[in-house]
């Protein structure tokens, strides 16, 4: 990994930690640092760049708060994951994902029919009501970043049905195909910490991981029921973002 100065000229009348900054970013962006890669040491930056180590640190603490760099005490600095960051503006995870440039996967992990009580209330029907239960693991760029369960009423989609999923690569077009369409969703997150083995095995993660929570319902055109889901993001692949206006 090269940091690399830039030739005096634009920079003399910025800040010196922001030509660190922008620096490290022009590096960032053009490849030669990559997720992952350790950056230099405070001494190092300073001999290169002339400055202080309180103009080090400074340009080192912005990128971090900005995202593009993870500090770890006692081992460095380091180019920080690249997030999924969920725009809310797209039912379908999938979508939003491409549209970040994502390269998209999907392993199904299971696909069975039982009844849950405690899910059953959520869709709204009998309590000992037969579920249709689809559980995969969400890929970007070759990496596991969410595991989501989605539960339908079986009345609605079979498992025979549900094995669409592994050619649609998509739950929601799986749903389209059978003529299920969801008009609105609701969604509530929280941090759950993940004890369950499939879970974390799924996410390469340890017991005990604290993970985004997000259950979601989805409601169809006549206002009736379709999924509750429940996704365990990948903390570190996962960011939320909402505009709102006045």
């Known amino acids: 990994m090269v940091v690399k100065p830039r030739a005096d000229g634009p920079h003399g009348q910025v800040a010196k930690y922001l030509r660190i900054e922008s620096d490290i970013l022009s590096a960032i962006r053009d490849g030669s640092l990559k997720s992952g890669d350790k950056l230099p040491g405070q001494s190092e930056m300073r001999a290169r760049y002339g400055v202080s180590a309180i103009t080090v640190r400074k340009a080192y603490a912005d990128l971090i708060n900005d995202g593009y760099l993870v500090g770890m005490k006692g081992s460095g600095t380091y180019v920080a994951r690249r997030q999924m960051i969920r725009g809310l503006t797209s039912l379908s995870f999938s979508e939003e994902l491409r549209e970040q440039g994502y ?109 985004f929570f997000v259950r979601r319902t989805a409601f169809g055109d006549d206002n009736s029921i379709i999924e509750y889901a429940e996704s365990y993001f990948n903390k570190d692949w996962y960011s939320v973002t909402v505009n709102i206006r006045t």
């Open 103 to 211: 390269e998209i996967g999907m392993t199904v992990s299971s696909i069975t029919a039982e009844p849950n009580a405690a899910v059953a209330k959520h869709l709204d029907v009998d309590w000992d009501s037969k579920l249709t239960r689809v559980a995969r693991v969400r890929i970007a760029n070759g990496e596991p970043i969410v595991y989501q369960v989605s539960y339908v009423p079986s009345s609605l989609l079979g498992v025979e049905q549900a094995q669409a999923i592994n050619e649609t690569g998509s739950f929601y077009k799986m749903l389209a195909r059978f003529g299920i369409y969801p008009h609105f969703v609701n969604e509530t997150y929280a941090v759950k910490v993940v004890d369950d083995k499939t879970i974390c095995s799924a996410l390469g993660v340890g017991k005990g991981y604290p993970c």
